[in-house]
């Protein structure tokens, strides 16, 4: 059952430091001798929450008629937004690809540079036809790759961007992505590669030999 507790106490502004009690005082206008009770009124999060404890004060006469709140940040009237996190905030495996224009310039090499550091086990190929994406897997097997083609392919099916594979004998896989479109690279295959980098692939790949 829901419980709350108050706890009701006085709490005097010592006479020690009167400088520091003038300067809060006229700050909000109200008299040094004002020496009021500071009543604090402690409860106990109700529910199954435990949300914790949390405390408050009631204001002093002399500051609700001295309006101090209409002076200070953080009023009544002060209007809260909850944001919702924009695309740049998200990880590249959340994103989504978007259409490319035939008239969008490809990525430039220090921009594919920077987004590489996103992705792992990729790496960028300069070659005639523009810059591409690429990345190696071996694997125990072949049976192995041809799992790999298969999750890979489940994984970009909704993206409608995939990338060339190639199942190389005895067991490697080879992904290579670029946008052909514009003749290099664009932000979806950065995207790609990031969702590719999620597949699970340690139940794949060559077993490590224990020593005895």
Known sequence: MATTTHLNFSLVVPRLYPPRHRHFCELF??????RLPLRITKTKAVGNDMLGDFGARDPFPAEVESRFA???LGNVDTEHKILIPNVSALSLAQQECSPVSP?????????AQMLLRKVV??????EEGGLKLQCLWKLRDFKCGVEL????YKVTEATDHFPNIHL????????ELWTSSIGGLSMNDFIV????DEIKTSDLVPRKRIWA
């Open 70 to 72: 209409e002076k200070v």
């Open 121 to 126: 086990g990729w790496r960028l190929l300069d």
């Open 168 to 175: 190389e004998q005895p067991n490697q896989v080879r992904a």
């Open 193 to 196: 590669a990031a969702k590719i």
């Open 103 to 111: 008239l969008q310039s490809p990525m430039s090499v220090d921009d």
């Open 29 to 34: 206008s109200f008299p040094a001798q004002s």
């Open 149 to 152: 083609v298969n999750r890979i």
